[in-house]
């Protein structure tokens, strides 16, 4: 690399400045916002999950309470059974009952127990014997599903030692029905059902958290209530949300799909509730929008003000080194080479011809460009540069370089050719032609006379009459001078 080309670099290379400082300072804003947004809004996610797991399992807690509640009232009521004269000593499996009393006695405890069941909407709220003889409101739909089993498998469903009773649902995979079952005596157990739509009133869902499904299962998962439409009793929870609860008593879980909580109330069944994640997040999803259009905003504002300032400050600099560049680079002329940067750019491309290619030098010379100037005056003289430099383009729009030697002289360096070189020098004859036919005319001078406007041309063809660009030079020249000597108009080819 030539020093001129060093030197002209190094002044882009200034000139360039402002723009990366420009870029630089784009990224650093942008990557700042950008970061301290993600930050804010992925905090303001946590923050909002923490929130709404508080709530979610505040109120899964107080379902548990409710549900728990309920059947404590539910156990109470049934307690009161046992008020009834002879409900607690009359079995009905005894052979030795009187039949005529035995009748008074069953209707008075029928009659008793049926004023009892008005309390709540009961299906079943009865005594059954051993024997599945029945007092009180046992449904016919009970005595059907449970058949010649009634007694025995109601005894089954008593699973605290301690209390001698239990709840039990899913008899016969039949889950419309709640069972609460307590023993009276060794022939006798007690019986209340409801069906599992009244749990309705029990976890009622406050309109905050409207979106929560809400599910109660047995200790198998199976579901005993549901608020969410389409779910069938008796059937295991959906497996994205069994995958994070199952087997913990209490729990707040949250993944990609749900925020799930559960409890495990006093009769072995969990309370279950669950809200989508996105529903969750649909504010925060708002206020994300909110935040990333408002952080694009400030970057932008901020990339504008900066680059402003930034090019304020770059613009003396931009000016010095680009008039700098130009002057090295350009002699006037856009696209025309200084003689430095001419020499130095045919050095460099000379040597690196293609073996079996060939190339020309042209010098072209204004022949009376001093009587232009003095006779038609500065103007048409800039003119005539001007149009000699259309006419060496059009007659060379593919060459290498064209540079300016002086005031009136123009080099050209064509293009390498694969052409022989008798071939070459054909058509660079005609070429040299073009510019002398296409140049010369005839002005009036102002002294009303006229004067004829010529060029001359001096041309050499690598390699024979060079092998780098000095020795063509040197060829060119003296070629240039053997034209200028035999009159103007004229060219030579060495």
Known sequence: MTRDEIQAQSLEK????????IIGYAVIVVATILGITLFTVGRYDNVLKDKVSDMTSTLNVQLQLNLDSYLDRLESTGTLAFSVDNAYTYDATDPSNDEYEAINT???????LLSLCLMENFVDYGIVYSNNHTLGKISNGTTTLFADNLYTDLSGMITRERTHDGWYTGYGNDFERIYYVKRI???AVFLISFYTTELEKVFDNPETLGDMSIRLTDSSYHMIYSS?????????????IMKNIKGKDTAVAIDRNNLTTVNQGNVDWYIICSIPTKIILKEANQMRVITYVVAFLAALVAVAAGAFFIRRIADPVQTITSSISSELREDGFEGILSNRFFRDKCTSIVPKTNAGNCRGLLLVDIDNYSDIITKIGREEADKQLAKMLIVIKEAFPDADAVGRMGEKTFNIMTKASELDIDTFQIELDSSCKEIINKFAEVAET?????????????AAIYPDAGKNYQELFDTAYLALEASRKS???KYTIA
Do not use: Y
């Not at 069953?106 to 008793?112: A, G, H, L, P, T």
């Not at 069938?232 to 994205?240: E, F, I, N, V, Y």
């Not at 002294?447 to 060029?455: D, R, S």
């Open 106 to 112: 069953e209707k008075q405890i029928s009659d008793d």
């Open 487 to 489: 009159g103007n108009g």
């Open 185 to 187: 005596h060794e022939n």
């Open 14 to 21: 200034i000139k360039k400045l402002s723009v990366w400082m």
């Open 228 to 240: 969410v439409k389409g779910d069938k009793l008796g059937t295991d929870m959906p497996a994205d």
């Open 446 to 458: 102002n002294t009303m006379g006229t004067l004829n406007i010529t060029a001359s041309v001096g």
